[in-house]
């Protein structure tokens, strides 16, 4: 990832300040504007391969939902603004999306059924950064500091570590591929990992028919 920008930025600065047509993504952590390296190739696949399954899922089911190319996630009452490799929308929320028409931007709960990232080489951004600030997990594995984030309470949250790239105490001893599967429940999220053959269980799309496999597979 390319150094950050030196100066601290509100969201409204941020998105005034975003370029247009350069090839380049930018988020806001906590005021700081952060250039987002290139992915990998293995990551780009398995971004591809889920935003398929899911998308066959949502219009199977006739839910008024899409999966945009890119749109900003805006923590409440934080400078902050993430691009999620998958962000699914719920379209029959965005009127009430103050920043969507012009930013593409999305800051309700409502309108954001599921996330989902894909780890990468800095993977501490998909564990403690953007997990941290869009929901709140009751886990022994958060910090202080996350526990005071604010939270988006986004309903479903999926972390795919394909290549096993997180510290053990995320995905365990010894280190295995594992996707990780934060679910709100009563305010709080409650995690479900899977491994291997096991079958992912989203509470989304319940009828949702992958293996854990089939996800790592796709990066092949």
């Known amino acids: 990832m390319a150094q950050a920008l030196p100066k601290l930025f509100t969201f409204e600065e941020f998105i005034a300040w975003l370029p247009e047509n350069t090839g380049k993504r930018y988020e806001l952590h906590d005021g700081i504007i952060v250039e987002m390296s290139q992915p990998s190739g293995k990551h780009e696949k398995v971004i591809g391969f889920l935003a398929g399954e899911i998308t066959v899922e949502y219009k ?9 190319k ?9 400078s902050s603004g993430y691009l999620p490799d998958i962000v ?3 379209d029959a929320n965005l009127q009430n999306e103050e920043l969507w028409e012009k930013k593409s931007t999305v800051t309700q709960s409502e309108s ?3 996330v989902i990232e894909v780890v990468s080489t800095n993977w501490e951004d998909d564990y403690y950064t953007k997990l941290g600030n869009d929901v709140r997990v009751a886990s022994r594995w958060r910090s202080l500091s996350d526990r005071r984030r604010e939270a988006m309470k986004i309903p479903e949250y999926w972390i795919v570590d394909y290549a096993a790239l997180g510290a053990r105490k995320f995905i365990g ?10 679910h709100l429940v009563d305010e709080e999220y409650q995690v479900t990992q899977f491994r291997n053959s096991e079958r ?3 509470p ?7 293996t854990a496999n089939q996800i790592f597979n796709s990066a092949l």
């Open 173 to 182: 001893n010894p280190k295995q591929p594992t996707i990780s599967i934060y």
């Open 88 to 90: 699914l929308i719920n």
């Open 112 to 114: 954001i059924p599921l």
């Open 200 to 202: 992912i269980i989203s």
């Open 204 to 210: 989304t799309f319940p009828s949702l028919n992958l």
């Open 60 to 68: 199977r089911l006739k839910l008024p939902y899409f999966i945009p």
């Open 70 to 78: 890119t749109a900003l996630v805006k923590p409440p009452r934080k």
